[in-house]
């Protein structure tokens, strides 16, 4: 099992940054890809950013240019810097692990972190 915890969300006006924050534990070793999604009231879940255990990234055509994806991996956290925050990118952020165990595939998410970009 891995438990992943967020932080970092809150209100920001537009042109603004944040940094959410995402502490893991548990059978961390398992861990193949981490990455951030969103979801905003009435609509589904997207993905914002991914990372593998390689440190390649993927980023969601919205974001790229203005969000980066990072870790720590001495303190089993990983990182979304926001900039240039706008209205729309208001929504839940979630947390998401990938991992592999005994040849097979396991889902994890934290439980969201809300931001919410408003003058």
């Known amino acids: 099992q891995v438990q992943l915890v967020e932080s970092g969300g809150g209100l920001v006006q537009p042109g603004g940054s944040l940094r959410l924050a995402c502490a893991a534990s548990g059978s961390i070793f398992s861990i193949i890809t981490m990455g951030w999604y969103r979801q905003a009231p009435g609509k589904q879940r997207d993905l914002v950013a991914t990372i593998t255990r390689d440190d390649n990234t993927n980023y969601a055509d919205s974001v790229k240019g203005r969000f980066t994806i990072s870790r720590d991996n001495a303190k089993n956290t990983l990182y979304l810097q926001m900039n240039t925050l706008k209205p729309e990118d208001t929504a839940a952020y979630y947390c998401?692990?990938?991992?592999?165990?005994?040849?097979?595939?396991?889902?994890?998410w934290g439980q969201g972190t809300q931001v919410t970009v408003s003058s």
């Open positions: 998401y692990a990938k991992g592999l165990r005994g040849g097979d595939w396991y889902n994890y």
